[in-house]
């Protein structure tokens, strides 16, 4: 936050757009949402697009994106949790039934 407050602090004193700024950064620390915001801002202030709508649009599109990565994620946790809980139990049958292996082999 605070390199962002200080890239636009210092674009509003040397007289470059925020927009510019702000996708250079982008392009710097290499955040592709920033350059993308950078962008989109200098767009749609040149072309007269809707603002609202498309920001809106590119969240949603950032969210879905981000809720499928945690999903895929948290699947492969699943999986590795499933692993040790079979891991685990195979280990207490083995535990449980060593007693009752040794006693009858020692007959």
Do not use: H
């Not at 250079?24 to 915001?37: F, P, Q, S, T």
């Not at 948290?74 to 590795?80: E, L, M, R, T, Y």
Request: charged content about 25%; glycine content about 10%.
């Amino acid at each position: 936050m605070a390199l962002l407050r200080d890239t636009l602090w210092r674009a509003n004193l040397s007289g470059v757009d925020q927009w510019d700024a702000l996708t250079e950064l982008g392009e710097r620390i290499g955040v592709a949402e920033l350059r993308d915001l950078g962008t989109l801002v200098r767009l749609v202030g040149r072309d007269g697009a809707r603002v609202r709508q498309t920001l809106t649009a590119r969240a949603a599109t950032m969210r879905r994106r981000e809720l499928a990565e945690a999903e895929g994620l948290a699947g492969q946790k699943d999986q590795s949790m499933r692993l040790a809980q079979v891991l685990i139990g195979f280990g207490f049958i083995v535990f449980i039934s060593y007693p009752a292996i040794v006693a009858v082999l020692a007959f």
